[in-house]
Nanobody, 124 residues
Framework: QLQLVESGGGLVQPGGSLRLSCAGS????????IGWFRQAPGKEREGVAC???????TYADSVKGRFTISRDNAKNTVYLQMNSLQPEDTAVYYC??????????????????WGQGTQVTVSS
């Protein structure tokens, strides 16, 4: 059974960086699209970035040029490098898997296997 576990969150000052990891177990992640999402208190969950099995990436406009998604199939892990973090990036970050190969969506409804989330707080 597939399990996704996020790690790497924490407290960082504005302008700082964090790298989140999404480690898969129970099934290879390689063929599938993996997405990163975030949810701030009182807000809906939103898509941040996703990476297809062929490593094609999609980003939300709010993070383009600051965040980079990548994957290491040998480690069965997907990463989200976050640079130039701002207070509005504060949220719980989740990774999830889309079981439909080839899709590159940022819509949470199209992802059906989720991790438990990791908190990212950007504050001085």
């Amino acid at each position: 059974q597939l399990q996704l576990v996020e790690s790497g969150g924490g407290l960082v000052q504005p302008g700082g960086s964090l790298r989140l990891s999404c480690a898969g177990s129970g099934r290879p992640l390689g063929p599938y699209t993996i997405g990163w999402f975030r949810q701030a208190p009182g807000k809906e969950r939103e898509g941040v970035a996703c990476i297809r099995g062929d490593s094609i990436t999609t980003y939300a406009d709010s993070v383009k040029g600051r965040f980079t998604i990548s994957r290491d199939n040998a480690k069965n892990t997907v990463y989200l490098q976050m640079n130039s973090l701002q207070p509005e990036d504060t949220a719980v970050y989740y990774c999830a898997l889309d079981w439909l190969p080839g899709r590159a969506s940022l819509r949470p409804a199209e992802f059906s296997s989720w991790g438990q989330g990791t908190q990212v707080t950007v504050s001085s």
